[in-house]
């Protein structure tokens, strides 16, 4: 995605955020910062599997009540990992990449309420930013969906727990505007590799929920 989309694309994340909590005196937020552990997964690429690294993830989400159950709510989620390039055929693994993954979702939530427990669904749709640690590669961002499910504990009216599992789904996986290859001196990474193959992304996370009522 050029730099000018992905200008594009924020500013229709935050319009639409704005559209959908003109109404704020009206309404229940809710804040949640939360931490916890991404599954990865592997991309398959032509001549191999890039495999990332499981690791920690952490961010936060505002959630706007639009009713009792159901929510506009916008995220923000980063994990910093590394992934290695495996050959299909010959040649050794590449060094390990560092990078980090930066989903920004905008979507909805609807929950069940049973009191002080409210178990809930989400679904949302935005953009991943593949951010890759050294000057030699190239950030990529493209777009992506989400489904997840889990469940709030209110602790008071205002203080509860949120704990969450979600499926992260990149549209289109492309190599994070670098490729591997092998060569006489084994196998090794430098720049444009593609593949429509996407990984799994699956996360487990949870945080303190605070709720600010307007009512």
Not at 78 to 104: C, E, H, L
Not at 112 to 126: L, S
Not at 206 to 212: A, D, F, K, S
Request: glycine share 14%; net charge neutral; hydrophobic share 40%.
């Amino acid at each position: 995605m050029k730099p000018k989309q992905n200008k594009l694309f924020l500013v229709i994340i935050i319009i639409t955020v704005l559209i959908s909590v003109r109404d704020l005196s009206a309404q229940d937020i809710e804040l949640n910062g939360f931490y916890g552990w991404q599954l990865h997964g592997t991309a398959r690429l032509y001549d191999g599997d890039f495999r990332i690294v499981d690791a920690p993830n952490y961010g936060g989400k505002i959630a706007v009540g639009l009713s009792s159950t159901t929510f506009a709510e916008i995220s923000y989620m980063r994990s910093d990992t590394k992934g290695t390039y495996w050959p299909a055929f010959i040649g050794q693994p590449s060094d390990p990449i560092p990078f980090s993954s930066n989903y920004i979702h905008v979507g909805g939530l609807q929950q069940v309420d049973f009191g002080r427990a409210a178990p809930f669904a989400t679904v949302g749709m935005g953009m991943v930013i593949w951010d890759p640690k050294t000057n030699v590669l190239n950030t990529k961002a493209q777009f992506s969906a989400t489904v997840g499910a889990g469940v709030k504990l209110w602790l008071t009216d205002f203080l509860g727990i949120r704990l969450q599992g979600s499926m992260m789904l990149p549209m289109v996986f492309d190599g994070f505007g670098f490729g591997c290859g092998i060569g006489t001196g084994g196998s090794s990474c430098g720049t444009n590799v593609y593949t429509r193959i996407t990984p799994f992304q699956g996360e487990f996370s949870g945080g303190i929920i605070l709720r600010l009522s307007q009512n």
